[in-house]
């Protein structure tokens, strides 16, 4: 089981921004493929970013362009950059491994975009 904890959630507007961040230790983050997932009220959880050990990024097409998965390997902590968000992307994200374990969720963190 890996501990996840996120945080930078919030409300905001229509094309505002937030930054996620995840915090994962007692794990080789390194070495470690990490990705964002979210889950919005009456759908299926989604992933909606990765990044490898390398750099390598891939992104779903309702995102990309406007969000942006970054690391810190120092810090074992990956962040979600979101510009020009919309009321569709209200969800809870969390952040997990990929592929995801599916004992190691968080408790996510809130994102509303009102209109």
């Known amino acids: 089981q890996v501990h996840m904890v996120e945080s930078g959630g919030g409300l905001v507007q229509a094309g505002g921004s937030l930054r996620l961040s995840c915090s994962v230790p007692?794990?080789?983050?390194?070495?470690?493929?990490m990705g964002w997932y979210r889950q919005a009220p009456g759908k299926q959880r989604e992933l909606v970013a990765y990044?490898?050990?390398?750099?390598?990024?891939y992104y779903a097409a309702s995102v990309k362009g406007r969000f942006t998965i970054s690391r810190d390997n120092a810090k074992s902590t990956v962040y979600l950059q979101m510009n020009s968000l919309k009321p569709e992307d209200t969800a809870v994200y969390y952040c997990?491994?990929?592929?995801?374990?599916?004992?190691?969720w968080g408790q996510g963190t809130q994102v509303t975009v009102s209109s």
């Open positions: 007692g794990i080789v983050f390194s070495r470690t493929t």
């Open positions: 997990n491994l990929f592929p995801f374990r599916p004992d190691s």
């Open positions: 990044i490898t050990q390398y750099g390598a990024t």
